[in-house]
């Protein structure tokens, strides 16, 4: 039986470093946000749409997408992101499921879906465990303006555009505190899936 874990957390709480852990283990990851450049790759059918939606304009000399052009429209105008997430969306969670019932047909121990809006796009019924990668507010901000080199303004609001983490973390089934060292966390991933069984 293999146990879907759902990882999730909020910007600059060091979600894609826990992610790399499970290497350890040799438990998969499937990485909502590779999937979704996959899916709008030439030829595939999310790009079709887009493209067909979007106009011409939006393609590079090579026909791929400027995400850059196409970000530019969505951002500007609420029913135009609604149209893009409304063809990306399906897209992504499809090819998730199908990556993910493969591992369950192979009987992999467990398998992880990283992904970053597990809670908002209301996704986890998907998974059957969830662990969420805390911060502290504090931490998460400064992180955030040293990544990106933004402002105070500009990584709050990024910040408050999700759910808070802190609401995150009351609704998962475990939590690792990311505010210490890498081995810290890493420590605390070991005990949570001897605890879930799947190591």
């Known amino acids: 039986m293999t146990v879907v874990i759902g990882l999730t957390g909020s910007i600059a709480t060091g979600k894609s470093t826990v992610s790399l852990m499970f290497d350890d283990y040799d438990i998969p990851v499937i990485d909502a946000d590779k999937i979704s450049r996959k899916v709008v790759e030439p030829g595939e059918k999310a790009y079709n749409q887009i493209v067909e939606t979007f106009g011409r304009d939006i393609l590079r000399e090579d026909e791929s997408i400027d995400r850059k052009a196409l970000g530019a429209i969505v951002f500007k105008d609420e029913e135009k992101r609604k149209a893009l997430n409304g063809i990306v969306h399906p ?4 090819k998730m499921l199908e990556e993910r019932d493969d591992y369950v047909r192979q009987n992999a121990k467990a398998v992880v879906l990283d992904i970053p809006l597990l809670f ?11 662990l969420v990668v805390y911060v502290d507010e504090e931490i ?4 955030l303006m040293e990544r990106d080199e933004s402002t105070e303004d500009e990584a709050k609001s990024r910040i408050n555009s999700q759910m808070p983490v802190s609401k995150k973390a009351e609704k998962a089934d475990a939590v690792i505190s990311n505010n210490g060292t890498k081995q810290q966390s890493y420590d605390q991933l070991d005990t949570i899936l001897r605890k879930w069984e799947v190591i």
Request: zero cysteines.
């Open 91 to 94: 897209a992504v969670r499809e």
């Open 120 to 130: 908002e796009s209301e996704l986890t019924h998907f998974v059957d465990k969830i």
């Open 140 to 143: 998460q901000l400064k992180r």
